[in-house]
Every structure is written in structure tokens, then in C-alpha cells.
């Protein structure tokens, strides 16, 4: 019998390997992923067992070999022959967007028939993940997106996925995702689903269901991995550490060393430099800095109440962060006053919004959204600065409140540019708001500037389309 441990295996684990899509709308999940697979090859190498094996391929266009539709460096075929030369269970971390065709999927389903002799079968592990889909977290289920921003949408007939995953016994990995009826067995459910939504799309007349975890534990056997905590759930609302708190992404040798992994790679993701140095960065005549913080008033009153008792809830540790990045903001400006008392170059603003509730409706436009089109139109700024966390109410922290329609409506006739800096510790830049910065001819600060973690393609530049009122 295997050991589901780092210690003492009695049998030789599969290998392991992993495909990463690089592809803009995958965001924060690249530089996440990057650290924690060097983290986690340095735990395997401490105890003698062989690196997982990793590729990266922007895309995931897939056709049969030699394909002129579809070429060999946009052919995601062609590097999962290259994987399944050593690997013998490839985890594709994707959003699934590309060009694919059943030829395509034929020629993966080929190759995961082709087992050497002497090996395990080849498994195919789809986690199908991208950032606007976590930020979205069960918000979907009320507002789907669009078909084309969903590939595995029931309405999309991805049945073709799940079939192909199937041979071996693979998996499709997907948080508030709803598989076909007749294909579940091929979908790595949760521990457990308290949403009544979810459930009842699903066919379930309860608040929470529980489901069997064999998939996990086949999974550690065969791996000597876990590839997700004991009882654990989908997220909810998206902020970065909560994400760290409540999800796995990459499979760990153990709890403890689970725990240490996120530690470490929580504390770099949330590096940045200082709020000065993104200013110097900033090419312009007069720059309007923004800070623009949102929060629920009798939350941060408890935790004020906390004094020196320890943090312990994702909530507590929001308020947390929040209080020593206000800090942080307030000491630039004190900082900066007191370097130039008279400086015209900068505009600073500091727009604090306390709530009465989390399902407060958010203002609109909001004092946020005002005090960027004042510095825009009235005071004649040529950029602005808006470090912010993004949340004014509408849902629990991580709902992203600002109106992005009315925020290239408050800069673009002035032709202001726009840059946001989000710490991590808030979240992540929403694409339709990166992509909207980049229109202006401004951009988004994400990290360190020197982190080549962060190196990816970036989306295209793009104001955000205005809602058509119904007649």
C-alpha cells in the first residue's frame, strides 16, 4: 500500500507534471503558481523524490498534429507529448480559451491511451481557473457571463471535455461549476456545497450537501499528494488572502508544509514597492493621487474592539491589512507634504467610505468616481493615481463596487490617463479595469516591478462597453 505522506512511501509515486497557461486572462494565478511550484519542488527534492515537471503555454488551442489551422507553437498537443514523455498525470492549470477541434480532442484521447508498458495510466487533470472567474466566485450562478467567456457553461455543451478526461480516470477541477448530469463522475466535487443556488441548479432540495471524496484520496495515492485540504470548500468572495486561507491550487506533501508554502508565497505576493515609487514611475505634469478605501463601519469597529487578541477570521485579517495600508497611505501624504509643502505637481485625495452593511448598494457614481472626475475635468490633471481596494458595498469584501463604464466616462473626454495600484492583500485587478487603464494610456501596477514572476501577456487595451438601457 502507498503512503500518502512525503515519508515512508513504500511504492514509487506517479509522476507528476504540469502544463500552466500563460494567457493574460489568467492573471494573478502565473506568478502564484510559479512560486508555489518552486516551493514545491524544493519539499520534494528535501526527501529524495524527482520534481514535477513544468511547461507554460499561452492558449489553449488544440488540434491534431501538423494542423495548419491551429500552428505547433499555439498547439497545446504538442506539449502534452512532451509532458507525457515523463509524466504520467499532467495537471493543466487553463482557462480553456482558444481554437479547439474534435480532431484535437481525439488526438489528446489517443495519447492518453498510449501507456508505456510498466506505468501508471496516463490521467489528464483539467483545472479549468482564471482570475475574472475567481473574482466572479458563485456570483455566476445569478449573473452568467457571457457564452464566450465560459467554456464549460452547460450551454456550451462541453460534454467533450468531461469525456476526454474520463479515459484514465482524470478530472475537471472547477469551483461553482455545474457538470453535465451524466458525467459527474468525471468532476472533482468539494467536501462540501452550503449554497442552496448551486445545489438546486444541481439538482438538490437542501442549503448543503456533502460529497464523496474518493477522487481526492485516489488522487494522494497514486500522487503521494494532496491535491486539496481535508473538508475543503469552494471560495466565496475573492481577496487575496481569504484565497490563500480557503483554497488549493497546486497539490502539497502535507498540511504543515501546505501552511508554510502559503506563508511564504502570500507574503510575495503581496510585496510591492513603495507608494512613492510608483508616483516617480509616473510621467506627468500634474499627477492626481487617489486613495479610494471602502469598508463595513461596525466590522472595523470589532476589530478595533480586538486590541492584542489574535487574528483569526478572513474578515478580521481584511480589517487587518486595511489598517496598516490606511496607515501606510496616510504616512506618504504626511511624508509628502513635508518634503514640499507647496508642491502643484501632486493633487492628493483621500476618499474613506464607511457602510452600514455589506449588502449596501453601492453609490453611484460614488465619491471615488467624483473626486477622478474632478481631478480630471476641473483641476486639469494629466494622470491620476487611484490606489484602492475596490470595495464600497454590494456584498462581502472582495465584491468589486466600483462602475467601470462611469470611470472611463469621468476620464476619457479630458484624456487623462489612468493608472491603480490594488494590493494583494484586497485582490486582484479586475481585466475590464486593467484594460481599461491601458486605454487611457496609463497602466496597472502588479508587484514588484522586478518580480519576473509577473511577466506575462498582458489584455489588450479597451474601454469598457456602456450598458444599452431597455426601451
Same mark, same amino acid.
Given at each position: 500500500?502507498?503512503?500518502?505522506?512525503?515519508?515512508?512511501?513504500?511504492?514509487?509515486?506517479?509522476?507528476?507534471?504540469?502544463?500552466?497557461?500563460?494567457?493574460?486572462?489568467?492573471?494573478?494565478?502565473?506568478?502564484?503558481?510559479?512560486?508555489?511550484?518552486?516551493?514545491? &519542488?524544493?519539499?520534494?527534492?528535501?526527501?529524495?523524490?524527482?520534481?514535477?515537471?513544468?511547461?507554460?503555454?499561452?492558449?489553449?488551442?488544440?488540434?491534431?498534429?501538423?494542423?495548419?489551422?491551429?500552428?505547433?507553437?499555439?498547439?497545446?498537443?504538442?506539449?502534452?507529448?512532451?509532458?507525457?514523455?515523463?509524466?504520467?498525470?499532467?495537471?493543466?492549470?487553463?482557462?480553456?480559451?482558444?481554437?479547439?477541434?474534435?480532431?484535437?480532442?481525439?488526438?489528446?484521447?489517443?495519447?492518453?491511451?498510449?501507456?508505456?508498458?510498466?506505468?501508471?495510466?496516463?490521467?489528464?487533470?483539467?483545472?479549468?481557473?482564471?482570475?475574472?472567474?475567481?473574482?466572479?466566485?458563485?456570483?455566476?450562478?445569478?449573473?452568467?457571463?457571457?457564452?464566450?467567456?465560459?467554456?464549460?457553461?452547460?450551454?456550451?455543451?462541453?460534454?467533450?471535455?468531461? *469525456?476526454?478526461?474520463?479515459?484514465?480516470?482524470?478530472?475537471?477541477?472547477?469551483?461553482?461549476?455545474?457538470?453535465?448530469?451524466?458525467?459527474?463522475?468525471? @468532476?472533482?466535487?468539494? +467536501?462540501?456545497?452550503?449554497?442552496?443556488?448551486?445545489?438546486?441548479?444541481?439538482?438538490?432540495?437542501?442549503?448543503?450537501?456533502? @460529497?464523496?471524496?474518493?477522487?481526492?484520496?485516489?488522487?494522494?495515492?497514486?500522487?503521494?499528494?494532496?491535491?486539496?485540504?481535508?473538508?475543503?470548500?469552494?471560495?466565496?468572495?475573492?481577496?487575496?488572502?481569504?484565497?490563500?486561507?480557503?483554497?488549493?491550487?497546486?497539490? @502539497?506533501?502535507?498540511?504543515?508544509?501546505?501552511?508554510?508554502? &502559503?506563508?511564504?508565497?502570500?507574503?510575495?505576493?503581496?510585496?510591492?514597492?513603495?507608494?512613492?515609487?510608483?508616483?516617480?514611475?509616473?510621467?506627468?505634469?500634474?499627477?492626481?493621487?487617489?486613495?479610494?478605501?471602502?469598508?463595513?463601519?461596525?466590522?472595523?469597529?470589532?476589530?478595533?474592539?480586538?486590541?492584542?487578541?489574535?487574528?483569526?477570521?478572513?474578515?478580521?485579517?481584511?480589517?487587518?491589512?486595511?489598517? *496598516?495600508?490606511?496607515?501606510?497611505?496616510?504616512?506618504?501624504?504626511?511624508?509628502?507634504?513635508?518634503?514640499?509643502?507647496?508642491?502643484?505637481?501632486?493633487?492628493?485625495?483621500?476618499?474613506?467610505?464607511?457602510?452600514?452593511?455589506?449588502?449596501?448598494?453601492?453609490?453611484?457614481?460614488?465619491?471615488?468616481?467624483?473626486?477622478?472626475?474632478?481631478?480630471?475635468?476641473?483641476?486639469?490633471?494629466?494622470?491620476? +493615481?487611484? @490606489?484602492?481596494?475596490?470595495?464600497?458595498?454590494?456584498?462581502?469584501?472582495?465584491?468589486?463596487?466600483?462602475?467601470?463604464?462611469?470611470?472611463?466616462?469621468?476620464?476619457?473626454?479630458?484624456?487623462?490617463?489612468?493608472?491603480?495600484?490594488?494590493?494583494?492583500?484586497?485582490?486582484?485587478?479586475?481585466?475590464?479595469?486593467? *484594460?481599461?487603464?491601458?486605454?487611457?494610456?496609463?497602466?496597472?501596477?502588479?508587484?514588484?516591478?522586478?518580480?519576473?514572476?509577473?511577466?506575462?501577456?498582458?489584455?489588450?487595451?479597451?474601454?469598457?462597453?456602456?450598458?444599452?438601457?431597455?426601451?
Amino acid at each position: 500500500m502507498m503512503a500518502t505522506g512525503l515519508v515512508g512511501q513504500e511504492a514509487t509515486p506517479a509522476q507528476l507534471g504540469v502544463l500552466l497557461d500563460v494567457s493574460a486572462e489568467m492573471g494573478f494565478l502565473v506568478p502564484q503558481v510559479r512560486k508555489e511550484l518552486r516551493i514545491l &519542488n524544493r519539499q520534494l527534492a528535501e526527501v529524495g523524490r524527482p520534481p514535477v515537471i513544468v511547461k507554460e503555454m499561452e492558449g489553449a488551442s488544440l488540434d491534431q498534429e501538423a494542423s495548419t489551422a491551429v500552428g505547433a507553437r499555439r498547439n497545446v498537443l504538442y506539449r502534452l507529448k512532451a509532458l507525457y514523455e515523463t509524466a504520467d498525470t499532467v495537471l493543466w492549470i487553463t482557462s480553456l480559451r482558444g481554437e479547439q477541434s474534435p480532431r484535437g480532442i481525439f488526438a489528446v484521447e489517443t495519447l492518453l491511451g498510449e501507456t508505456p508498458e510498466e506505468r501508471p495510466t496516463r490521467q489528464l487533470l483539467i483545472r479549468n481557473v482564471w482570475q475574472d472567474q475567481v473574482l466572479a466566485g458563485p456570483s455566476w450562478l445569478i449573473r452568467p457571463p457571457s457564452l464566450n467567456s465560459d467554456p464549460l457553461d452547460l450551454r456550451n455543451r462541453p460534454e467533450e471535455w468531461y *469525456r476526454l478526461v474520463g479515459v484514465g480516470g482524470g478530472l475537471i477541477l472547477r469551483s461553482w461549476q455545474l457538470p453535465p448530469q451524466d458525467l459527474r463522475g468525471s @468532476f472533482g466535487f468539494p +467536501y462540501r456545497i452550503g449554497s442552496r443556488d448551486y445545489l438546486k441548479r444541481a439538482g438538490y432540495e437542501s442549503a448543503e450537501a456533502f @460529497f464523496d471524496q474518493k477522487w481526492s484520496q485516489e488522487l494522494t495515492a497514486r500522487h503521494g499528494l494532496r491535491f486539496q485540504r481535508e473538508k475543503e470548500e469552494w471560495p466565496g468572495s475573492f481577496t487575496g488572502r481569504r484565497w490563500f486561507l480557503d483554497s488549493t491550487l497546486l497539490p @502539497f506533501p502535507d498540511e504543515d508544509k501546505r501552511v508554510q508554502r &502559503n506563508a511564504e508565497v502570500l507574503e510575495d505576493m503581496c510585496g510591492r514597492q513603495s507608494i512613492e515609487l510608483d508616483l516617480s514611475s509616473i510621467e506627468s505634469e500634474k499627477l492626481g493621487v487617489v486613495f479610494g478605501i471602502g469598508y463595513v463601519d461596525r466590522d472595523l469597529k470589532h476589530f478595533q474592539a480586538l486590541k492584542d487578541k489574535p487574528v483569526r477570521s478572513w474578515r478580521d485579517w481584511y480589517l487587518a491589512d486595511l489598517a *496598516r495600508i490606511g496607515s501606510e497611505c496616510a504616512n506618504h501624504i504626511a511624508a509628502a507634504k513635508l518634503a514640499d509643502p507647496n508642491s502643484t505637481h501632486r493633487i492628493y485625495s483621500t476618499e474613506a467610505v464607511a457602510i452600514d452593511t455589506k449588502g449596501q448598494k453601492p453609490e453611484v457614481p460614488g465619491p471615488v468616481i467624483r473626486r477622478v472626475a474632478e481631478m480630471a475635468r476641473e483641476e486639469r490633471t494629466d494622470a491620476i +493615481y487611484l @490606489f484602492t481596494n475596490g470595495y464600497f458595498g454590494g456584498g462581502d469584501y472582495g465584491t468589486w463596487s466600483l462602475d467601470f463604464p462611469l470611470l472611463a466616462l469621468a476620464i476619457r473626454e479630458a484624456g487623462t490617463r489612468l493608472y491603480v495600484r490594488i494590493p494583494f492583500e484586497f485582490g486582484a485587478v479586475p481585466t475590464e479595469l486593467a *484594460r481599461l487603464a491601458m486605454a487611457s494610456g496609463g497602466g496597472v501596477f502588479r508587484g514588484r516591478i522586478s518580480d519576473p514572476d509577473w511577466e506575462m501577456p498582458l489584455a489588450p487595451p479597451a474601454w469598457p462597453e456602456v450598458p444599452v438601457a431597455e426601451p
